[in-house]
């Protein structure tokens, strides 16, 4: 069972890697903050400054992950095929 299903790629989902250096996933409902900021960290090789959760209306689970300054956002985001 993976911890991530996919990267949310909303309107607002891309003003936040431009602005804020975060990406939001759709994430497991059982998924910890420590579980989550683990798997990113091993999939994609970056660096995880913090981790938001917030379980919404539809029943999903999602997790607001912020990446260091020296991981831009931007870049992580263009090579999930967000951008």
């Known amino acids: 069972m993976s911890t ?5 790629a909303t309107e607002k989902g891309i003003r936040a ?9 759709v994430v497991e409902k059982t998924a910890t903050k420590s579980d989550i ?10 660096k995880v400054v ?4 917030h379980n919404g209306p539809d029943g ?3 997790a607001y992950v912020r990446f260091s300054n020296a991981t831009p956002a931007i870049d992580i985001a263009t ?4 951008m």
């Open 4 to 8: 991530i299903k996919y990267p949310l």
């Open 50 to 53: 913090s981790v938001n959760t």
């Open 60 to 62: 999903e689970k999602r």
């Open 17 to 25: 890697v431009e602005s804020e250096n975060t990406i939001a996933f």
């Open 37 to 46: 900021k683990a798997a990113i960290e091993k999939l994609l090789g970056a």
């Open 79 to 82: 090579k999930l095929g967000m």
